[in-house]
């Protein structure tokens, strides 16, 4: 009977170790992609460590995922940092995402139905009242839930996470860009454009216009090297 509760000892040990380095890693990943913690930022980990509440060990083991990611460097023995941005990561990820919600939005809007209409209407309120209240980080989520509406209006709520490690490249760069003057509106305009087209019923301007949309990040990127080159490798 000991060595039975022994055994649950470990395992609820290790779930709960699993369940910190998630809380961490989500904190960071989100921290990194806000742009919170900028290109080049030291990740100390007894720092992060008492901030967040957890030991040692789920910072390391969420620092290695991100790693994985793409998101850190890790350099053995001395210390870790969020990597800079690679220009090529962000030119095909921006590739990659214009090409695949440019297929999906072609779709919608080849068979526009009324509810998919209404529940991407409904998104954009909320949009437009962050636009007005200035809320960089409320519109950057809400531009997060359009862009991931689409695709699980589309049918295909999987291909959002499939995607999702190559995006994270191109949401640095946007999310540097939200900031500056005019952008929110910019944005926001650009996504109801889509929803007019597919409510229109005209496929290939709505493949056009999301692309448009996406890929201005590729320009974006050409700005912000010159402006914050630290930032970039």
């Avoid at 056009?208 to 010159?226: F, M, P, S, V």
């Amino acid at each position: 009977m000991a060595a039975n509760e022994d055994d649950e000892d470990v395992v609820v040990d290790a779930s709960v170790r699993r369940s910190r380095a998630e809380f961490v890693f989500e904190a960071l990943l989100k921290a990194i992609v806000r742009v919170d913690r900028r290109p080049g930022d030291l990740l100390l980990k007894d720092d992060i460590a008492r901030e967040l509440g957890v030991s040692r060990q789920p910072v390391t083991d969420a620092i290695n995922r991100l790693a994985g990611l793409g998101l850190v460097t890790v350099i053995p023995q001395v210390n870790s940092y969020v990597s800079r941005i690679s220009p090529a990561d962000v030119i095909e990820s921006s590739f990659l995402r214009s090409a695949v919600e440019a297929q999906i939005v072609h779709e919608l809007a080849s068979h526009p139905k009324s509810a998919v209409v209404t529940a991407l209407r409904n998104q954009l309120l909320e949009q437009v009242q962050l636009v007005a209240a200035g809320d960089v980080d409320g519109f950057h989520d809400a531009d997060d839930a359009f862009h991931r509406m689409l695709v699980e209006l589309a049918g295909l709520p999987g291909l959002w996470d499939q995607i999702a490690a190559a995006r994270l490249h191109l949401v640095r760069v946007r999310r540097l860009g939200l900031p500056r003057p005019g952008r929110l509106a910019i944005s926001y305009a650009e996504h109801s454009m889509v929803v007019d087209e597919i409510e229109a019923g005209r496929p290939r301007k709505a493949a056009n216009t999301i692309a448009h949309h996406i890929r201005y990040n590729e320009g974006e990127l050409r700005r912000l090297q010159k402006d914050l080159p630290q930032y970039f490798l």
